[in-house]
Each structure stands twice: as structure tokens, then as C-alpha cells.
């Protein structure tokens, strides 16, 4: 290997399986060339250029750690000879662009630099199975959310209520950075691609800002808009009595959120043993057993009236017999 290292050709050294998967290991890495990400076949795959690919393992860029076991390519015919070999070993595959993040596969299987390659070999599998472990395990703990501590369960409620109310404000951000700046004719976006679903995670946080300008013929809706905002801003300053209630209440909702008072109308007792199993009480016994009695005591009350009423009829129909 180390005469492979110092002269031999690197074309060589990768005719070996084994050596090429290798050789992918390191491209699919974390220290390999950027790639791309987009949709094919209703999948999410990884891209690249030929030419970006060649260009970076003949002089990959600085500070990369080239792997001390694995040749480096001193020819850029070297280089496209490996990238031939990923390509009929079906490491990759050449694909062309539909539209802006879609791929479809290529009728044409040879490697070339100015066309698009996909990458079909995954690398290696154990950060794919640790992630797999740790959705499974933070599953399995979602669904034991019943019998969590009741710190834990605070903890979670503060967390998921600070990330809404996170989101909230961006988004809100967002909004009015867009509407200040498209009444001057300029359309601006904080983050544009963070709600792009064909995106990566990372990616949907670049760029950090876009301005463009505003097609023509929004003119008259612009001052539609400046005219409707600022006339809403003039409404908040001339009557402060009824905007500042309006923000009294914002900040008693999110204090309430905080508190948790919004969730249900059940008394802080019950909810404290919402986990515990609902058993009666001997007080509840007594009680229930004191009004079983009540309400045989009425019943005996009834009858009994209703005897002594059967028994007054009765001893008229005999008095009117007698009279007869």
C-alpha cells in the first residue's frame, strides 16, 4: 500500500473494490466535497457536479484529511478514470435537472464534467443506525410520557411552549421586515428558505437574508398597504386605553401558557393526580351510602302517603254504601 502511495498510479490502486468503496467512504464523509441536495424519483438524494468532483480529488480543498491509506490522484485522467469506475460500479449515477431541486435519472451512463452525478452508494451505515436507535428509544420514551417525573413533564411544557412562542415572533418578524420593505419597492426575506420542504435542514438557513426588486404593477397595492398599516398605527397611538388592554392581554396569555392554566378547568388537585388511578375515598363511600338512605327514606315517605291516601278513599266509598 505504501508503494501505491508513493508511486504507483492511483488509477490502479482503485481497480480494487474493496479500495474504491473505500475511496467513497471518504467522498460521502464529512471531510469529501460538498454536495447537494434534491428530489428524485420522490426521494431526497445527494448531487454534485463532474467537474466539482474531479477538481476536488485532484486538489481537494485546504485542510482536508486525505486518508493516509488511500493514493492521492497526481493527473486529472486519473481522477476521471476512477470517476468512470463509480460511475459502472453504480456508486453513482448521471442525472439531469427537471426544475430547481428535482433530478430525474439520465439516459446517458457516462461520466462526464459539465453533467450532474447522484450518489447512490450511502457510505457507511452506523451513524444511520445510531439515529435509527435513538428515534426508536425517543419514541418508546414519548409514549411512557404518563409515568415521567413531574419535573421532567414541567420541562418539556416549558421547552414546547418557548419554541412556540419562538416561532411565533419569527414568523411575525419575518412578516413585517417584508412589509416594510416591499412599500419602498424591494421584496425581503429573512431566511427564505426556512419553510422550504425540498431543502435539507441545513440549507433552509441559507441565505440569512434575500432582497429583490418588486415586479412591476404592485405600485398601487403598496400604497394600499402603506396606507391601511400605518392608519392601524395611528388607531394604536390614538387610543391607548384600548391598545394597551389589547397588549395586557398578550402578556396574561403567555404568562397563563407559561402556568399551564389554559390547558383545562380541572382544580390544581386533580391535575397533580391525573396519573394516579381514580379510586373513591371513605369519604366519598359515606357520602354515597348517606344519600342511598335519603333517598329510601323519601321513597318509605311516599308509600306511606300514598297508603293513607288509598285508605281515606276507601273509607268514603264504604260511608257513601251506607248511606244508600
Not at 1 to 12: D, I, V, W
Not at 52 to 59: A, Q
Request: charge should be negative; include cysteine; proline fraction near 4%.
Amino acid at each position: 500500500m505504501a508503494s501505491a502511495t508513493n508511486g504507483s498510479s492511483a488509477k490502479e490502486f482503485y481497480e480494487d473494490d474493496k479500495h474504491l468503496m473505500k475511496l467513497c467512504d471518504f467522498l460521502r464523509s464529512s471531510e469529501g466535497p460538498p454536495v447537494r441536495e434534491a428530489i428524485e424519483m420522490d426521494k431526497r438524494v445527494y448531487y454534485i457536479k463532474g467537474e466539482k468532483l474531479v477538481n476536488f480529488m485532484v486538489e481537494p480543498k485546504k485542510g482536508t484529511k486525505w486518508p493516509k491509506e488511500l493514493p492521492k490522484f497526481r493527473s486529472r485522467p486519473d481522477a476521471i478514470a476512477v470517476c468512470k469506475e463509480l460511475c459502472s460500479q453504480q456508486f453513482m449515477h448521471r442525472s439531469e435537472k427537471v426544475a430547481k431541486g428535482e433530478l430525474e435519472v439520465s439516459r446517458v451512463r457516462d461520466f462526464d464534467e459539465s453533467a450532474y452525478f447522484t450518489w447512490i452508494y450511502e457510505g457507511n451505515k452506523k451513524y444511520t443506525h445510531f439515529m435509527t436507535t435513538c428515534l426508536i428509544i425517543g419514541f418508546l420514551c414519548c409514549t411512557c410520557f404518563p409515568i415521567w417525573p413531574n419535573f421532567l413533564k414541567v420541562f418539556v411544557w416549558y421547552m414546547s411552549v418557548s419554541l412556540l412562542i419562538f416561532v411565533f415572533f419569527l414568523v411575525t418578524l419575518r412578516a413585517l421586515l417584508f412589509l416594510f420593505i416591499w412599500i419602498i419597492g424591494y421584496e425581503c426575506w429573512l431566511l427564505p428558505n426556512l419553510f422550504d420542504e425540498s431543502l435539507g435542514f441545513c440549507e433552509s438557513f441559507v441565505p440569512f437574508i434575500s432582497i429583490e426588486r418588486t415586479k412591476d404593477g404592485q405600485l398601487a397595492y403598496r400604497i394600499g398597504v402603506f396606507v391601511a398599516f400605518f392608519s392601524f398605527c395611528y388607531w394604536a397611538v390614538t387610543q391607548p386605553s384600548e391598545f394597551d388592554g389589547f397588549v395586557k392581554g398578550q402578556g396574561d396569555f403567555i404568562k397563563d401558557l407559561y402556568a399551564g392554566t389554559l390547558l383545562s378547568d380541572m382544580s390544581q388537585k386533580d391535575k397533580e393526580n391525573i396519573d394516579k388511578p381514580k379510586m373513591p375515598s371513605l369519604e366519598d363511600l359515606l357520602k354515597k351510602l348517606d344519600s342511598e338512605d335519603e333517598e329510601e327514606k323519601e321513597l318509605s315517605e311516599e308509600e306511606a302517603a300514598e297508603a293513607l291516601l288509598n285508605s281515606l278513599v276507601e273509607d268514603e266509598e264504604d260511608i257513601e254504601d251506607d248511606e244508600e
